[in-house]
């Protein structure tokens, strides 16, 4: 399994700021994805990002508002735009095991509070 | 459309007791992957069993089994002898070729409390 590391891991952030969230793994993988988890609720995946190329963003999501850059292998990072209390929610960032549809591996998440 | 549903919101059981969280899947697809996770408090998402469509076959491990029934479409988690540190929210997800590779489907989890 990978190792997940996110900073953040909490903030509380104003209504009208941006924030970016940045996901390191300690091997190199082709993607990692982005999910969201309000409270109390599940997991949505916003985007998948591919090293080398535009992220590719879920039903709902858009790039304006959670631009997500993957400058190498290893590293991503997600900005959450022009935050509104409605984007309090935990951020998590995973990679895949081995073989397509594997299991993902999550990072610890960053817990974000929007005022 | 892909569905995932955990009847089961909360459930609390008394250390040492026999639980099982409920799964029930909803996809068209014949190939298709199910998974369990456990969100302890802390946060972090650790992965706990990735099943395929085509192996029905029941798992074990340790104190922990599953109970994968396609007449049914369910993926049933059972815990045996629980302990405190069960506690946790678990989720069950289900993912298919066709969407994206890392686009897991998830239920909305259930809360376990073992109480000693």
């Known amino acids: 399994s990978a190792v997940i590391s996110q900073k953040p891991s909490r903030d509380i952030c104003q209504r009208g700021t941006s924030l970016t969230i940045q996901c390191q793994v300690d091997?190199?993988?082709?993607?990692m994805f982005w999910y969201r988890q309000q409270p109390g609720q599940s997991l949505t995946l916003i985007a998948t990002?591919?090293?080398?190329?535009?992220?590719?963003?879920e039903s709902g999501f858009v790039i304006d508002k959670f631009p997500i850059s993957r400058p190498n292998l290893t590293f991503s990072t997600l900005t959450v735009s022009n935050m509104s209390p409605e984007d309090s929610s935990i951020y998590l960032c995973?990679?895949?095991?081995?073989?397509?549809?594997?299991?993902?591996?999550f990072g610890e998440g960053s817990r974000l509070t929007v005022l | 459309a892909q569905k995932v549903t955990q009847a089961q919101t909360e459930i609390s059981v008394v250390e040492k007791e026999d639980v099982t969280l409920d799964c029930v899947y909803e996809?068209?697809?014949?190939?298709?992957?199910l998974f369990w996770y456990k969100q302890p408090p802390s946060g972090e998402l650790v992965f706990l069993i990735r099943?395929?469509?085509?192996?029905?076959q029941n798992e074990i491990s340790g104190r922990y089994s599953w109970n994968f029934q396609k007449s049914t479409s369910s993926f049933n988690f059972t815990i045996t002898a629980s302990q405190v540190v069960d506690s946790a929210v678990y989720f069950c997800?289900?993912?298919?070729?066709?969407?994206?590779?890392?686009?897991?489907?998830f239920g909305k989890g259930t809360k376990l409390s073992v109480k000693p």
């Open positions: 995973s990679v895949q095991g081995r073989g397509a549809y594997g299991e993902l591996f």
């Open positions: 091997s190199q993988v082709t993607m």
């Open positions: 990002a591919n090293q080398g190329s535009e992220a590719t963003y």
């Open positions: 996809t068209r697809d014949t190939t298709y992957y």
């Open positions: 099943r395929n469509s085509f192996d029905e």
């Open positions: 997800a289900l993912s298919v070729p066709e969407g994206s590779q890392g686009n897991l489907i």
